[in-house]
């Protein structure tokens, strides 16, 4: 983010998983010797100590982790703004314009836009869960499936809370964020985006009275969103099978603003013919092979 006018919207403050139930903490404890073999920092508190660190944690935490490498986004639109901003100060051009399609050929990608047409080398399709419907045409359909996620926004936050809490036997986040405290959390998988049940969202909310000791005020604001995901719940990077001139970059699940950055770097770099840093193939859109269908007539073309 150097250079774009955006550093300061990325907070290095860490992350607190909280416990409320010692069995549930010590459940846990294979997944944080993983991370701790993968080089992930964390550091055990007690209850006590945890409401020291964040005075909003109420009596029912008994144990916490902390991630001191754990960064978070005050702003995620913000944040996309600046980005832009800098892609078109660097001689980048945005098109705001629904894609109707994509059609291919030896040397080159046709983006059919609504009132238009774009000529391109490559394709990059970031479409998220609507990636699908773009790619089906051209022989392969992603097993994408829509997990359908909710969050609560209390403009103004809470005194005492100034890193995100995991809430571990709870399935929710709480983060201190810009426009205020957000509670996001719960999953519902759907084939593709359904009505809100908005239940699911109030539900964060007694979830969090259990854990912080501030009451919340009223929220300010809510959302339904739909994560993209694919069986293995790794994301489709690289080119499609057959369409060397259509990359996927889509299926990051809950994760999407966390391995955005190494995702473009390793498109950028398939591109260009380099080999990744990352090594691609694990996430190769080929990989789900029963979902694929050639049409050589239209691959010929």
Do not use: K, N
Request: hydrophobic share 45%; proline share 9%; glycine share 12%.
């Amino acid at each position: 983010m150097a250079g774009t006018g955006a550093e300061a919207l990325l907070q290095a403050r860490g992350l607190y998983t909280v416990y409320r139930r010692e069995a549930a903490f010590e459940a846990d404890g294979g997944e944080r010797e993983t991370a701790r073999r993968l080089g992930v920092a964390w550091e055990v508190l007690s209850g006590d100590e945890a409401r020291r660190r964040q005075p909003a944690l109420g009596p029912a935490v008994t144990r916490a982790v902390y991630f001191p490498g754990v960064a978070h986004v005050l702003d995620p639109a913000g944040l996309v703004a600046r980005l832009a901003a800098a892609f078109e100060r660097d001689g980048g051009r945005l098109v705001a314009a629904p894609v109707t399609g994509l059609d291919t050929a030896p040397h080159q990608v046709t983006v059919a836009l609504d009132g238009g047409r774009l000529r391109c080398r490559y394709v990059v399709v970031a479409a998220g869960i609507d990636a699908a419907a773009l790619c089906a045409p051209l022989g392969w359909r992603p097993p994408l499936v829509a997990e359908l996620g909710y969050h609560l926004t209390f403009a103004g936050g809470i005194d005492g809370l100034t890193a995100p809490v995991a809430a571990a036997e709870s399935g929710f986040i709480a983060t201190p964020m810009a426009m205020g405290l957000r509670l996001a959390g719960t999953v519902e998988f759907a084939r593709r985006p359904a009505p809100p049940a908005w239940r699911r969202a109030e539900a964060l909310r007694r979830q969090a009275l259990g854990l912080l000791r501030a009451p919340l005020p009223e929220a300010a604001g809510r959302w339904q969103g739909a994560r993209p995901t694919l069986p293995d719940y790794l994301p489709a990077i690289g080119a499609l099978p057959g369409q060397p001139r259509v990359l996927a970059a889509f299926g990051h699940q809950h994760i999407g603003l966390t391995t955005a950055a190494i995702t473009g770097e390793i498109v950028r770099d398939l591109v260009d013919g380099v080999p990744p840093a990352v090594d691609p193939r694990p996430y190769a859109p080929g990989r789900f092979a029963a979902s694929t269908r050639f049409r050589p007539a239209a691959l010929a073309r």
